[in-house]
């Protein structure tokens, strides 16, 4: 039978676009099982000896029980989604983090949270804004996925809708740290002397690909010291913060907001992969040289479809870890010149 050209191209396209969809699922079909997450607890001035060693245990601490909460979830065969929502939910309950219990104070004295997360199986994403109320942003985030036919819900109505979806809800002075609240003292004071963008940003994240070839991320923060005028930064934007597409990549940000917004950041580390054909550790330094030229700072963590963890950053430290069916030990690090756990 003769083809027509058309229908050769036709079929070639569903032959390599098939190829490409199914290339998880066939890893899972292949009896490999395997998983993988990273996590990221904010990037900044993290200079050897500025920590003391108590807090340098405490954060590597935290870090270890987020892996340890999405960890558990991969290896049961869950999804990468419940992962970085469970590995997020830790790092916002932890005071040392800016997320949740912990989060940065506005120049008013309010905590205003904001967090997304993506599903790379569906390309369906839920993200919040500015709210004040909820005691586990990530978790409204996902509620503004799965229960709300939108992506982005910000301020009183997010924390309405937080209250209609029965998420627990926390009093202002749940957010409250007293190291945070000094950090505002300190920047009413002079809003150049705290130029350690760790203090001013900071951000919690996760990356997953679960046993069924699926990706995820996660990303939550208190936004920046002394935010002011409803200032949104990166993480609960799409694209910019927070990113995950099937077969290619999941990937969290943290620093300046601003700059990974301009950059589209999270994405363009999944476009780099997919377009340039470039690593996961290539695109991750890409992206972030492309931030760094425009005068950004901050870092990221990303995922690839083989699961596959890259850190990318232009501070000199980022909270990180990972964790994997391949190394199912937490491994974590915080200096730039630390070797990144793989
Ligand atoms: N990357 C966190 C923020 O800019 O709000």
Do not use: I, Q
């Given at each position: 039978m003769m083809m027509t050209l058309p229908t050769l191209l036709r079929l070639t396209c569903l032959a390599l676009c098939g190829l490409a969809v199914s290339t998880p699922t066939l890893a899972a079909a292949a009896g490999e099982a395997k998983w993988s997450l990273a996590v990221h607890g904010g990037a900044g001035?993290?200079?050897?000896?500025?920590?003391?060693p108590e807090k340098d245990k405490a954060f590597r601490a935290g870090l270890d029980a987020a892996l340890d909460a999405g960890a558990r979830i991969l290896k049961a065969g869950g999804s990468s989604l419940d992962a970085v929502e469970a590995a997020v939910r830790v790092l916002e309950d932890?005071?040392?983090?800016?997320?949740?219990?912990g989060a940065v104070f506005t120049a008013e004295g309010r905590n205003e949270l904001d967090a997304a997360i993506m599903d790379g199986a569906t390309l369906k994403a839920g993200a919040v804004a500015?709210?004040?109320?909820?005691?586990n942003p990530i978790s409204l985030a996902r509620a503004v996925m799965?229960?709300?036919?939108?992506v982005l819900l910000a301020r009183e109505g997010a924390d309405q809708f937080s209250k209609e979806m029965g998420l627990e809800q926390a009093p202002?002075?749940?957010?409250?740290?007293e190291e945070r609240w000094k950090q505002l003292l300190a920047w009413r004071k002079?809003?150049?002397?705290?130029?350690?963008p760790t203090h001013l940003f900071g951000t919690v994240g996760a990356v997953a690909l679960d046993q069924k070839g699926h990706v995820a991320a996660a990303t939550s923060t208190g936004g920046m010291?002394?935010?002011?005028?409803?200032r949104i930064g990166d993480s609960p934007i799409i694209g910019a913060g927070t990113y995950a597409r099937d077969g290619v990549c999941a990937v969290s940000a943290t620093g300046s907001g601003e700059y990974f917004i301009r950059e589209s950041a999270a994405r363009q580390v999944c476009d780099r992969l997919a377009w340039?054909?470039?690593t996961v550790q290539q695109a991750a330094d890409g992206t972030m040289a492309a931030i760094t030229k425009i005068g950004g700072d901050g870092g990221l963590i990303a995922i690839d479809g083989e699961g596959r963890a890259a850190f990318g950053m232009n501070d000199l430290g980022m909270y990180r870890g990972a964790i994997s069916s391949s190394a199912p030990t937490p491994r974590t690090a915080i200096y730039a010149d630390e070797p990144s756990p793989r």
């Open positions: 001035v993290l200079e050897r000896g500025e920590l003391t932890n005071p040392l983090f800016n997320a949740g219990k500015g709210v004040t109320r909820t005691r799965e229960k709300s036919p939108h202002p002075g749940y957010f409250y740290t002079d809003h150049h002397a705290m130029l350690d010291t002394g935010k002011r005028w409803a340039k054909g470039e």
